[in-house]
């Protein structure tokens, strides 16, 4: 069982910043990679950024240079420090644990309950 608890969520107005932060617990395997995702109304869920145990990063084009993810490994704690927001911005964002296999040839995905994000113009 894996259990993420989001926190930071909230209304914000264009130009500012939330930091958004995910605790994980539960069966965590060693290799894994933690990220978070965004679903607003009418579009498809889509990932924002990610980041593995060793640190490297992954980023939508759409915020790459405005925001920042980063995690503690000993607390299976992912953040995403979000500046210079906007409307387009708005959305539910979901932490997702990606588990893997020792053979890294399988994985398996865990969801959060997900925080909304509101961006006001």
């Known amino acids: 069982q894996v259990q993420l608890v989001e926190s930071g969520g909230g209304l914000v107005q264009a130009g500012g910043s939330l930091r958004l932060s995910c605790a994980a617990s539960g069966s965590i395997f060693s290799i894994n990679a933690m990220g978070w995702y965004r679903q607003a109304p009418g579009k498809e869920r889509e990932l924002v950024a990610a980041i593995n145990v060793g640190g490297t990063t992954n980023y939508a084009d759409s915020v790459k240079d405005r925001f920042t993810i980063s995690r503690d490994n000993r607390e299976n704690t992912v953040y995403l420090q979000m500046n210079s927001l906007n409307p387009e911005d708005t959305a539910v964002y979901y932490c997702?644990?990606?588990?893997?296999?020792?053979?890294?040839?399988?994985?398996?995905?865990?969801w959060g309950q997900g925080t909304q994000v509101t961006v006001s113009s």
């Open positions: 997702n644990l990606k588990n893997y296999y020792s053979d890294r040839t399988l994985s398996r995905n865990y």
